[in-house]
């Protein structure tokens, strides 16, 4: 199992970014998905979860209506469009397949992405 984060930056507050995460190893297309993050000196957090339909299950409470949650299974990857961007967003992020309330299934991750949003 591979995760490949990437698209993070630095970016002024009100600002937008793109992630995308390439998995291989299993079938992509067959499994929910998730992305998490990772403030400093925080436990990591899930932050938004799409099923297998395409359709988004869930986002963490602080990124309603900022953050939006998609895949392409033709191209194994999964993104995360993040818009209005606020210091708080700042995080490592990473992508998993969901398991329970908070946990992840597969227990590999990858290096993740960094976001830094500050003025």
């Known amino acids: 199992v591979q995760f490949v984060e990437s698209g993070g930056g630095s970016v002024r507050p009100g600002g937008s970014l793109r992630l995308s995460c390439a998995v291989s190893?299993?079938?992509?297309?067959?499994?929910?998905m998730s992305w998490y993050r990772q403030a400093p000196g925080k436990e990591r957090e899930r932050v938004a979860t799409?099923?297998?339909?395409?359709?988004?299950?869930a986002y963490l409470d602080s990124v309603k209506g900022r953050f939006t949650i998609s895949r392409d299974d033709a191209k194994n990857t999964l993104y995360l469009q993040m818009s209005s961007l606020k210091p708080e967003d700042t995080a490592v992020y990473y992508c998993?397949?969901?398991?329970?309330?908070?946990?992840?299934?597969?227990?590999?991750w990858g290096q993740g992405t960094q976001v830094t949003v500050s003025s």
């Open positions: 190893g299993f079938i992509f297309s067959n499994y929910i």
């Open positions: 998993n397949c969901p398991l329970g309330a908070y946990g992840s299934l597969f227990d590999s």
């Open positions: 799409i099923d297998v339909a395409g359709r988004s299950i």
